[in-house]
């Protein structure tokens, strides 16, 4: 079994900085892609950003200059640092990773459980 935690979110005022940070834990072999999507009540869960193994990363149009995101694999970590952020960006945000728990083991796409960031104009 494989968890995902997330830390960092909370409230900040719109133009602040918040970090969000989640670790895997469980029976990892490999990980192949992390990544971030977030959610608002009432719509669809988006895609903000992710990162593969080797580096590549992909951005939601709306936080491109705005969000990074990076990854340490040897902590099985996948972070995203929020910049100038907007009231507008305002969700629960949700680390996603595919996760090979074993060798011999096809991936396994695994979610944490969110973490709520609020902006306030």
């Known amino acids: 079994q494989v968890q995902l935690l997330e830390s960092g979110g909370g409230l900040v005022q719109a133009g602040g900085s918040l970090r969000l940070s989640c670790g895997a834990s469980?029976?990892?072999?490999?990980?192949?892609?992390m990544g971030w999507y977030r959610q608002v009540p009432g719509m669809q869960r988006e895609l903000v950003a992710d990162?593969?193994?080797?580096?590549?990363?992909n951005y939601a149009d709306s936080v491109k200059g705005r969000f990074t995101v990076s990854r340490d694999n040897a902590k099985n970590t996948v972070y995203l640092q929020m910049n100038s952020l907007k009231p507008e960006d305002t969700a629960v945000y949700y680390c996603?990773?595919?996760?090979?728990?074993?060798?011999?083991?096809?991936?396994?796409?695994?979610w944490g459980q969110g973490t709520q960031v609020t902006v306030s104009s």
């Open positions: 990162i593969t193994s080797g580096g590549s990363t």
């Open positions: 469980g029976r990892i072999f490999s990980i192949n892609h």
């Open positions: 996603n990773a595919d996760v090979q728990p074993y060798s011999w083991s096809s991936l396994r796409t695994y």
